[in-house]
């Protein structure tokens, strides 16, 4: 899981501006170039491609060691890109003020914690 934290960490980072300015938020982290653990959480919490059990794994268990196959990650790569690069995750005043009917997400595939887990 700690792959997969890393992987959010720096899907994020790459149009993290963009993100902060949809929210009127930018100037708060004018001099933080980085992703805030904050605005990661924010990320878990927002994605409709994360099962709630994943979302509960990442966000609220302090032992993230959990082993993972090489498919389960290159899946969570694909899908953590898919979001990170969306337009509702980069302009969340859009989504969330303007056009409130983007929250609705149906038919989409979720990621959730290995089957053996």
């Not at 720096?10 to 300015?21: C, G, P, T």
């Not at 969340?92 to 089957?115: A, G, Q, T």
């Amino acid at each position: 899981m700690y792959l997969l934290i890393e992987i959010i960490f720096d899907a994020i980072n790459v149009d993290i501006e963009l993100h902060r300015e949809s929210k009127n938020c930018y100037f708060v982290f004018e001099y933080n170039d980085r992703a805030s653990g904050q605005e990661i959480e924010d990320f878990i919490k927002s994605t409709p491609y994360y099962s709630d059990r994943l979302k509960e794994c990442l966000l609220k268990t302090g032992d993230l060691s959990i082993i993972v196959s090489k498919d389960w990650l290159n899946k969570s790569y694909d899908i953590t890109w898919v979001w990170a690069q969306s337009h509702e995750w980069l302009f969340y005043y859009v989504k969330y003020i303007l056009i409130p009917s983007l929250n609705k997400s149906p038919d989409r595939v979720e990621l959730d914690l290995p089957e053996w887990y």
